[in-house]
């Protein structure tokens, strides 16, 4: 497994107060990026990290790259999930959004990491109240704009998550309204199941309900 450059140093931690990952309200939110010394928490190691070709063609050209997904185990023993957008140098044009669907967490922690790779940082991150959708946003400043031969800084979310699976999907959208590319599985936390335990003392919890009932019930 890979170290995610996350060694927590003293002269890091002596920092202080600092951009902090940012809890995503539904709507659209400002990012402003956190690094590993402003958050220690995000520290950990990757655990899953693969590498998808995309291809977005619309009326405006055909914009190609790739998405990198990665999973990190936190120090505390928690999950963040990462995607990083590489746009190919003879694209055509810019990409504008990268969207992430059916990702559910009680908490939505994130932002990007401008002390990884890349260059272009999403301007916002917009959150839908349903679906568990999110999409991260370029182009919204100059500084955001996410040309051919650019690629993305870490934008990720950082759940309570212990486990995992390849349940949520991403898309990528260009500068033409028509310009979408397919749908990609990714990374997301796993639906809670609960224990063996859980499942006998509920069993045994409506066993005794319904004894006291039969109790309570009136003789004829």
């Not at 600092?18 to 400002?30: D, H, M, R, S």
């Not at 956190?34 to 958050?39: D, G, Q």
């Not at 969207?99 to 990007?112: I, Q």
């Not at 704009?145 to 800084?153: A, E, H, L, M």
Request: zero cysteines; glycine letters at 12%; a neutral charge.
């Amino acid at each position: 497994m890979k170290r995610f450059t996350l060694a927590l140093a003293t002269s890091a931690m002596a920092l202080g107060s600092g951009a902090q990952a940012v809890v995503l309200a539904v709507g659209t939110t400002p990012l402003s990026g956190t690094t590993v010394a402003e958050s220690p928490q995000l520290a950990g190691t990757v655990i899953e990290d693969d590498v998808v070709p995309f291809i977005v063609a619309g009326a405006s050209g055909t914009v190609t790259g790739t998405v990198q997904s990665r999973v990190v185990r936190s120090i505390d023993g928690t999950l963040d999930f990462y995607w990083r957008v590489t746009n190919d140098g003879n694209s055509a044009g810019a990409i504008t959004s990268f969207r992430v669907g059916n990702f559910f967490t009680p908490v939505y922690d994130g932002d990007y990491a401008p002390d990884g790779l890349g260059e272009v940082a999403p301007a916002s991150v917009r959150r839908f109240a349903d679906g568990g959708a999110l999409n991260f946003l370029f182009g919204e400043t100059p500084a955001s704009t996410f040309g051919p031969g650019t690629s993305s800084y870490f934008m990720f979310l950082d759940t309570q998550a212990t486990t995992y699976a390849r349940t949520a999907r991403y898309d990528l959208t260009g500068t033409s309204n028509d310009a979408i590319s397919g749908l990609f599985p990714t990374f997301a936390p796993a639906a809670l199941v609960p224990e063996p335990g859980t499942y006998a003392l509920l069993a045994g919890g409506l066993g005794m309900l319904a004894l006291a009932r039969r109790r309570r019930k009136p003789r004829a």
